[in-house]
Every structure is written in structure tokens, then in C-alpha cells.
């Protein structure tokens, strides 16, 4: 609990190397996550070599992190695997389809989030990279990723060289729903954000953006629907020349 409830993101790594034999010690225990018919539709690709997280600088948006950490995981939802482990087997894979690819999407999201608790727990700091999805085509060509597999996630990992303060989160009367969803009100919604709204950080991205909400720092710049919709039909081309076809 102690592990969890103290969770920060780390953009900041020291200048010190991941020993192989704790790295595979984390991914391991990542192993361990609950997964779909004990399929285990998911493989990891360590990024450990300059050259290649160089390659894959510029698909991360250049983000300081992502040229900073000594070690990049890409997730990747894989039923290429599985399908010619069928194939060899006389069994007849059908899983080129949606169903098996949020499937597989689902294995990869779970292992990935218990590398990161083992990670932390481990002295280890970590920063999921959202932008995977962004550019998911250029990152299957950097890592030679086969049919059927899809890159889910990246996360940066290496020793932390900074103590960042806890993030906000909404509290838990703003997520639990008894037995049935209740809808929020325009005020109940007001009060799960006030705190957020109240942050000087947040006041700070609203003033230098020249709006007039935090929630506008969201429609306005950060995910902006133009580039929602851009990326979504890139993403879902992308899927369907995988080999998921829907």
C-alpha cells in the first residue's frame, strides 16, 4: 500500500544503469499480472542502446524523459505468438479481429503497471509515455514489430534525481459509484475539480495560455480535438495494417 499510495511520476534519472539482472527481476514480477486465459498477449522491448532510443526520441515527442532515461519499455500487445504457437498445433487461431486486440491491448496495459509497482518498490522511478499511440506505425518500424502486434505504452525507467511532491487526484467520493452509476451534477462536478482548479500550478498553465479555465488547458491545448481525431484515424490505420481487421 505504502509503494502505491506514494506513486509520483520521475522525469529526472540519474546517470546510472539498470543492472540487467534487477531489470529482468522487475519484468518478471511484471509477469505476474492477471492476464486473459493465461494467454499472455504481451511482450516488452528494452530500449537500452543510445542509438535506438535516439530513433525513438522524435516519436516521443522529444520529451526530456524519453532522452533522459537510461531505459525505455515499449509494451506491446502481441498475438503473434500465441497465433503461431495455434498454427504449429493444428488449431485454427482466430484472433485478427477488435475483440482479441483490446484483449491483447488489456495483457499489456496489466503487465506494464506491475513493472512499474515492482519498479518503485524496487528504488526505481518510472514515467508512462503516452505518446506511444501518437506514433505507433514509426515505432513498429523502429522495432521491427511483426503482424498482429500493436505498441500499447512506453515507460521511461532509471534511478530518480528529483522528489517531485504527490500528484492531485479526484477524491473517492468522486469515483465510486454504489451498484449503480450516478450522474454528476453541474456542482458536484464543480467540487471534485475545485482542489485541482485551486492549484498554483494549474493557475499557472490557465494564465500562460490565455484562458479562462483549466478545463480550456485540456480542449484548448493539450488534447485539442483536431489532434484527437488526427491521431485516432493514424491509430486505427495503423491497427488494421497489423492485421486486426474491423
Known sequence: METLNKHVTIRNFKEKQIEESLLNSIIFSGTKASTSGN????????????????????L??????????????TFVADFNRFTKWCEINNAEPGYNNFLSFYTATIDALLVAQNVCIAAENSGLGICYLGTTT?????????????????PVTTIAIGYPDENPELTDRISLNGIIHSEKYSDYSNEVIN?????????ESSKKFVQENGLTSLAQVFTDVRYKKTDNEFFSAKMLDTIKKQGFAF
Do not use: G, W
Not at 471534485?192 to 482548479?197: G, P
Open 39 to 58: 494467454m499472455q498477449l504481451y511482450s516488452v522491448v528494452i530500449s537500452k542502446e543510445k542509438s535506438q532510443r535516439e530513433k525513438l526520441l522524435p
Open 60 to 73: 516521443h515527442f522529444n520529451q526530456p524523459v524519453a532522452k533522459n532515461a537510461p531505459v525505455l519499455l
Open 134 to 150: 501518437y506514433n505507433a506505425q514509426e515505432i513498429i518500424d523502429v522495432l521491427e514489430l511483426p503482424r498482429l502486434t500493436f
Open 191 to 199: 467540487e471534485l475539480y475545485s482542489r485541482k482548479e485551486e492549484l
